[in-house]
């Protein structure tokens, strides 16, 4: 006999069978019928957030960091909207989420109700797809839906509105065994005919590069790709989504590529005769102007989501699948074309590529006034906590840093806002990576001005006993549109200066706010306390630390291409552009 229930319950339990554990949230009127059968499930851990914002955070810190789902809840209206942009940054960046909002009573939709938004319509730009449940009979087939749906295929945020009428009903509870969702089905196997035109290319090529996105850590394909790498001596880039895809010590691993790439990287794909691009998208940050990329490269895309196959760039040979049966696929087709002899001989552009890699590492130098580097405490935090902790970093100079000077070992190591590029989203995302990665350490890298955006949920971490470490690289600035401001506005500083850690006073005081927060906090300022400090913060694992490291103020991120100009133009410093020999002989 089925199950009575309301339609909260249903939708609790609905969770339940999903697999949740964790949910990140605020109650609210119109999803308060869901918190009390919340409070009685012996399932499901809710985490008492400070902002919705930070809900949604939290759940795709969870998601990245695990491979599963993560779930925040909201109410109505204002709670909604405010999951608006980690929703657009789980689409951008495809982080499975499921988002579950309240909505006000069925009568009510439309007028204009207290507490009331189409948030259904203003995030069907941004979800996978969008549900608007006004029948309690609907809530747990619709849950089991948004689940699939965020999970299979290109991973992406799903969003499920519930009428609050609906919870309050009366329904029968029957969580389904199996999905129709017509219209959606996802290809995972590639073709077989498209898997052989890719392997004789490979065969071919004279230059091929493996750029490697982050579709491959989606598809936990980590261990094909270094085999398929190992197979073929092709060298590799990831780019900022994929860091830790390939480890950063293989050998045949450039970099990443694109604005603020390494040398290597950028060279070897702008050189490249075939670019074997896997789970990428061809973004701006990553091509520069998009006619000037790689201009002598065929290209083989690689793609759960077939919308990107030559959006941007044509594909001579288009895969559409999942990229870990891809690249199985792909090696076995290699190893086939290189018992018959026929495959590529690639030392020489190997060690090419390599000896690029060696004349122009990713460095810095250390200010002249004897203050800190900001690349020198990032270099001493990834020493201090090693390949195993999972490192997460907010936008712009100090998110560069922390993908350059981290050597990423593992995939889900590394956790950032990439497409949307959302400052704010370090702290809560730790906080998710932590609870769903409970046994890492979580370094959250953030900078001063993304620090204060989100930072009241060190509140939530406290409270909740999620020990996450935060280090503040703070130069007072809005760091990255500052070195925009440098090098392209005649040093005119319009409105980027926070005042956070001037000589008189710091507004705020961030080692003061932690505390106020009931966490650690701790202070650095000169490079010889550096490795003290950090080790003062790892010591702890009862609460979280936050350590506000006061950095030189006009560190710059090299090296560098300017928007909309060639990834050619690449500088390494200040009017100083790298000089590779494009004609050179191989």
């Known amino acids: ?138 809530i747990a087939r619709t849950v089991a839906g948004a689940f699939y749906i965020a999970s299979t295929g290109r991973p992406g945020p799903v969003l499920v509105d519930i009428a609050k009428d609906a919870l309050q009903a009366m329904t029968t509870f029957d969580y389904p065994t199996q999905l129709s969702l017509p219209g959606y089905r996802p290809v995972t196997r590639p073709h077989s005919k498209q898997i052989r035109a890719a392997a004789r290319l490979i065969a071919a090529a004279e230059r091929p590069v493996l750029y490697v996105g982050g579709g491959v850590i989606k598809a936990n394909a980590s261990t094909e790709l270094a085999r398929l790498t190992d197979l073929t001596g092709i060298p590799v880039v990831t780019t900022l989504m994929a860091r830790g895809a390939l480890p950063d010590s293989h050998p045949q691993h450039l970099g990443m590529p694109g604005m603020h790439g390494s040398v290597a990287a950028v060279a070897a794909l702008q050189r490249a005769d075939l670019l074997i691009a896997l789970g990428a998208r061809f973004d701006d940050r990553v091509t520069g102007r998009l006619d000037t990329f790689a201009p002598g490269a065929s290209v083989i895309h690689a793609d759960i989501d077939p919308a990107e196959i030559s959006k941007n760039r044509h594909a001579d040979v288009p895969i559409v699948g999942d990229c870990r049966e891809i690249i199985t696929e792909l090696i076995a087709a290699v190893e086939t074309d290189q018992a018959a002899g026929q495959s590529g001989e690639h030392t020489a552009w190997s060690q090419w590529s390599r000896g690029l890699a060696e004349r122009y590492p990713v460095g810095y130098d250390a200010p002249d006034d004897g203050s800190l580097a900001p690349q020198y405490v990032i270099e001493r935090i990834a020493a201090a906590a090693g390949p195993e902790a999972t490192y997460v970093a907010g936008v712009g100079q100090h998110q560069m840093w922390a993908s350059q000077f981290v050597g990423y070992e593992r995939p889900r190591a590394w956790l950032n806002s990439g497409g949307l590029g959302t400052m704010g989203y370090a702290v809560p995302a730790a906080m998710g990576a932590k609870v769903g990665t409970p046994d890492r350490v979580v370094w959250a890298i953030d900078g001063d001005g993304c620090f204060q955006m989100t930072n009241q949920e060190l509140a939530t971490c406290a409270l909740e006993n999620i020990p996450i470490k935060v280090a503040v690289i703070n130069n007072s600035a809005l760091g990255m549109v500052r070195q925009w401001q440098t090098l392209f506005y005649e040093g005119r500083y319009s409105h980027t200066d926070l005042h956070t850690s001037s000589a008189s006073r710091r507004i705020p005081d961030f080692a003061k706010l932690a505390e106020a927060y009931g966490c650690v906090g701790l202070r650095c300022d000169k490079p010889d306390d550096v490795d003290a400090i950090i080790a003062e913060a790892m010591d702890v694992d009862d609460r979280p630390v936050v350590v506000d490291f006061g950095v030189h103020r006009d560190a710059m991120v090299w090296p560098m291409v300017a928007a909309g100009m060639s990834n050619d133009a690449i500088m390494i410093a200040r009017d100083l552009a790298p000089a590779w020999d494009r004609e050179e002989e191989q």
């Open 1 to 138: 006999m089925n199950e009575q229930l309301t339609g909260a319950q249903s939708l609790i339990r609905s969770l339940e069978h999903a697999g949740v554990d964790t949910v990140f949230g605020i109650p609210g009127g119109a999803i308060l019928p869901a918190y009390d059968p919340l409070l009685d499930s012996q399932q499901i851990r809710h985490i008492l957030v400070r902002h919705e914002q930070g809900a949604g955070h939290a759940a795709q810190g969870y998601a990245q960091a695990t491979g599963r789902v993560g779930v925040c809840l909201a109410t109505s209206g204002p709670g909604a909207t405010n999951l608006v942009t980690p929703i657009a940054d789980a689409y951008m960046d495809s982080v499975p989420i499921v988002a579950v909002t309240g909505q006000v009573s069925s009568a009510a939709i439309g007028t204009d109700a207290f507490q009331e938004a189409d948030i259904r319509g203003i995030t069907m730009p941004i979800t996978k797809h969008s549900f608007l449940v006004t029948d309690p009979a609907d």
